[in-house]
């Protein structure tokens, strides 16, 4: 699967734009600011119905504008597909595939899978659960529908209980009745995510090699479960969890257990990575985990998803720069977008695709065509 063709209008501080992209390798350079990265979030929206910033979608239209659209063209399964998305200032977002619009956006969810490395992953390694949950969800979402319906029943149920609590309710019948939906949805979400985390790894650590090198220490991610229980193979029960829990969450007026406190532990050589990893560690860690999920990614959906590299190589030594090069133009992978503020670096990438790559320049929004060092004209 491949992006041909963006237009964009009003998208954050891009007025207007229409390029045509490579099947292999897109590059954009331009100084920070310039709108590289809203090019990347534009893409990332098509595929996920929000930004990857997490801002609202009031704050994705053109300052003085009251709507923002971004068209696409793929090629798919060996078909042409087109998304329209249309965003207004108070007004419900609107996707259309093939001209026909969602009736519910989660529909859309895996089936144009995305890949998206950022400055932002620091997060996963340095912030709250609350950021690997989300990213958890985002990935096995994509390919697994089971699960993302799982999740919003919890989820719904979650926000009822949640209100029920802050309401004063204590009628024990109407917590049980509810309760009852909550587990069976947060008994699949939990056996799948347990399963995930130890999958992904195995994939982590072994990308986490290949771009270390010589110097690779040894890295592991583990799932910490609100259902796990002491005895292996075994889970807890919700329902007894929240029976057991209720007096305490009627005093601080929420739900206090389940899965919405999962978490992940990262760690390397058997330390916290969060307190014992350097900047170059933790990027390295955090490349290699996007790896890993584009891996499982292409496993899960039979397809290759789009590789996002927002200025992947900041942080990184020459030699690391260079492991990262060498993997993600291999075959391996699909079709790559790759921001960066160093012509260097993407110099470098596009002498790894043998002439199969697009280069912009990016300056105020304003994507400039730059031809290659080969080409009888100037760059730019």
């Not at 709250?128 to 985002?138: H, I, K, L, S």
Request: aromatic content about 8%.
């Amino acid at each position: 699967m491949h992006l041909d063709h963006l237009s964009l209008t009003n998208f954050k501080n891009i007025e207007e734009a229409h390029l045509d992209f490579s099947p292999k390798i897109n590059c954009f350079l331009g100084n920070n600011g310039m709108g590289k990265s809203n090019l990347l979030d534009a893409i990332f929206y098509l595929s996920f119905c929000r930004s990857f910033s997490g801002v609202t979608d009031r704050m994705l239209i053109r300052r003085g504008e009251d709507f923002a659209i971004a068209r696409a063209r793929y090629s798919r399964r060996d078909s042409v597909e087109e998304l329209t998305l249309g965003l207004s200032g108070g007004k419900r977002k609107s996707l259309k595939r093939g001209g026909k619009e969602y009736s519910r956006l989660s529909d859309h969810i895996g089936l144009f899978p995305i890949v998206m490395s950022a400055p932002q992953d620091i997060d996963l390694i340095r912030g709250a659960g609350e950021e690997r949950r989300r990213w958890m969800n985002m990935v096995i979402s994509q390919s697994d529908k089971r699960y993302l319906d799982a999740l919003i029943r919890y989820n719904a149920g979650l926000e009822q209980r949640n209100r029920m609590l802050r309401d004063g309710i204590v009628d024990h019948t109407l917590y049980e009745a509810l309760e009852i939906t909550m587990e069976m949805a947060a008994t699949y979400i939990h056996s799948i995510r347990s399963r995930w985390v130890s999958e992904l790894s195995r994939l982590t650590d072994r990308y986490y090699s290949a771009i270390a090198g010589d110097d690779a220490e040894e890295v592991s991610l583990s799932f910490r479960g609100s259902l796990d229980a002491p005895e292996a193979g075994c889970e807890k029960s919700l329902i007894k969890m929240l029976d057991s829990a209720r007096r305490h969450d009627e005093i601080v007026r929420h739900t206090s257990v389940g899965p919405h406190r999962d978490d992940i532990d990262i760690n390397l050589e058997g330390m916290s990575m969060r307190r014992t990893g350097s900047q170059g560690q933790c990027k390295t860690f955090t490349t290699a985990l996007r790896l890993a999920q584009y891996d499982f990614l292409r496993e899960a959906s039979g397809l290759r998803p789009m590789l996002l590299l927002d200025d992947v190589f900041d942080k990184l030594d020459s030699s690391r720069v260079e492991r990262i090069m060498t993997l993600v133009t291999g075959n391996e992978f699909g079709q790559i977008f790759v921001t960066d503020t160093n012509r260097k670096h993407l110099d470098e990438i596009m002498a790894h695709t043998a002439g199969n790559y697009s280069m912009w320049s990016v300056r105020h929004g304003r994507f400039t065509p730059i031809l290659s060092p080969t080409d009888d004209q100037p760059t730019i």
